[in-house]
């Protein structure tokens, strides 16, 4: 075992060890990590029972309870924050459980054998950010229009059609209607035939001596899209998110 003021953990240890460890780290609102053969029973909306298997089961101070097997990204079973964590031995295995009020819901775990067990005490004041996304590729297009062409100038963004919402709409040099369409990853076909039809719903829509032309803005394209961009007249242009 080892121990400090962060972090506290344990190999094959005997279910009161367990138990003492993590009532400890419930009190001082520490995260709990459990690694070991178990069977998880849930009730409350519905039902559910797993029969035993080695699982990781994370206790988070917030309430939140996760069962985790070797597979997928997703919990076998969970429980939201603000549920109250408990821990007891019985007949001989570690018994712990998750439960809330409102509405009543209890996961049980039952560990046979814990083969590792920790509590850490988790400092995380920061927020995810989310960067790379489309919303800031079109802010760099707007902030800085000569990206997509020089003279290019924005007029609206999620400007409706009847094919849908076109990302960008403007005007290039020569006054011509532009359509944008903003990807922000390798695109294919899908990503022109979209951009297409919002091209021909306009072109429909506005007057017909309108000219219409139509940018696909995305750091690359596949060679079938590049192949289709140029049989319908549309346009490319390589751009990444900032």
Not at 185 to 193: I, S
């Amino acid at each position: 075992m080892t121990a400090d003021s962060a972090v506290e953990t344990l190999s094959y240890p005997a279910p009161d060890v367990v138990r003492d460890l993590v009532e400890r780290a419930i009190a001082r609102g520490a995260m709990v990590t459990l690694f070991g053969p178990c069977t998880v029973e849930y009730e409350g909306r519905a039902a559910s029972s797993l029969g035993p298997g080695d699982r990781h089961v994370t206790l988070k101070p917030d309430g939140a309870a996760l069962v985790h097997t070797d597979e997928g990204q997703q919990p076998v079973n969970w429980q939201p924050p603000g549920c109250d964590h408990s821990v007891a031995v019985a007949d001989g295995a570690l018994v712990v459980r998750s439960e809330r009020t409102t509405p009543e819901e209890e996961l049980e775990i039952t560990f046979e054998t814990v083969a590792h067990a920790a509590a850490f005490d988790v400092s995380d004041p920061e927020e995810l950010a989310v960067t790379g996304t489309e919303a800031d590729l079109k802010e760099r297009v707007l902030d800085a229009p000569d990206l997509v062409e020089s003279g290019f100038t924005p007029l609206a963004t999620e400007r409706e059609t009847p094919a849908g919402a076109v990302d960008v709409y403007g005007e290039d040099a020569a006054g011509r209607t532009v359509v944008v369409e903003l990807k922000r990853r390798r695109v294919g076909p899908d990503a022109v035939g979209q951009l297409d039809r919002y091209v021909e719903a306009l072109r429909r829509d506005l007057h017909a001596d309108t000219e219409v032309r139509g940018i696909l803005v995305a750091p690359s394209v596949t060679d079938r899209a590049r192949q289709l961009l140029a049989e319908k007249g549309l346009e490319f242009v390589s751009l990444e998110p900032p």
